[in-house]
């Protein structure tokens, strides 16, 4: 098989996905802030492009606490 066809699966606890998660969970005073910023532009000025970033945010969270909670 070639070697580029293979794929490789990493156990969720890797030491680079704890660092990931170790990193957004430090920087959540970043994320407030600019989540803050998108409900401002969204109620606002009726920002269709904030909209869609706070929807991928709160999927993204969801999917953080599930990882999360895997540990």
Do not use: G
């Not at 606890?13 to 910023?37: A, E, G, H, W």
């Not at 909209?51 to 606490?65: N, P």
């Amino acid at each position: 098989m070639d070697s580029h066809h293979d794929i490789v699966v990493m156990p969720a606890t890797s030491p680079v996905d704890c660092v990931y998660c170790n990193f957004l969970i430090d920087d959540d005073r970043i994320m407030k802030l600019m989540v803050q910023s998108w409900i401002r532009d969204v109620t606002t000025y009726q920002n269709v492009f904030a909209d869609q970033q706070i929807m991928h945010f709160y999927r993204f969270e969801k999917c953080l606490v599930h990882v999360i909670s895997l540990f």
